[in-house]
């Protein structure tokens, strides 16, 4: 089956740097997402991996290993505003994405 | 660029009426619109797949004759919630598809059904 496993919630402090991980099994592989949504409002896209490596943009990055199934999101000088779900998404064979429960984000003063 | 809108973004109806639920892409053709469904503090759920010009492929225990979905044309697709319930009060989102890798989602409906 597909799956989509990512941590319930985290909490970290202003100013810090958090990481986000997400391990995927989907039928095929067509790329990995990262979503970011606030509180009653529909997800905006933050990044997409489909090569292993680092992508940096600005204070997010993502990275993917293809061969262990895995992802994480890293977020540096975090601000207050980034209190927010961070949604993983494998996108399958057939270009669909499946989606991760989300990681609720929290940050403390 | 990359624009989905929706509408209406509220809307409160009365058990047991019906509501229709607007998607456009604004500034792009869209030949495949996904519907999701939220509940709070959980993840999106897909309900449907939408091609324009063809019937929406629904997913496992969505009901296709309560949700009723039509893409009418590259830019518009509608969501109508028949006969609604207390329980269909939820966050309703359409995205749309511009390439494979490149879906953009319309800033959500929220539902109360009474």
């Known amino acids: 089956g597909q799956n989509i496993d990512q941590p319930t919630e985290m909490t970290a402090t202003e100013g810090a740097i958090v990481q986000i991980n997400c391990t995927y099994q989907?039928?095929?592989?067509?790329?990995l997402f990262w979503y970011q949504q606030h509180a009653g409002e529909a997800p905006t896209f933050l990044s997409y991996?489909?090569l292993d490596g680092l992508e940096e943009k600005g204070r997010f990055s993502s990275f993917l290993s293809r061969s262990k199934g895995y992802s994480y999101l890293l977020l540096k000088e975090l601000q207050m505003k980034d209190s927010a779900s961070y949604l993983c998404a494998g996108m399958d064979s057939n270009y669909q994405l499946i989606w991760g429960a989300g990681t609720k984000l929290i940050i403390k003063p | 660029g990359a624009v989905v809108s929706q509408h209406p973004s509220r809307v409160i109806c009365k058990s047991g009426t019906s509501v229709k639920i607007e998607c456009r892409s604004l500034?792009?053709?869209?030949?495949?619109m996904f519907w999701y469904r939220q509940f709070p503090k959980q993840s999106l759920m897909l309900m449907a797949t939408?091609?324009?010009?063809?019937?929406?492929?629904?997913e496992q225990g969505v009901e296709k004759d309560k949700f009723l979905i039509n893409h009418a044309s590259l830019t518009l697709s509608t969501l109508t919630v028949t006969s609604a319930h207390p329980e269909d009060s939820s966050f309703y989102i359409c995205s749309a598809r511009q390439r494979e890798y490149e879906q953009y989602f319309g800033p959500g409906t929220r539902l109360t059904v009474t």
């Open positions: 989907t039928s095929g592989f067509n790329g």
């Open positions: 939408s091609n324009e010009g063809s019937k929406a492929t629904y």
């Open positions: 500034d792009f053709q869209a030949t495949t």
């Open positions: 991996n489909v």
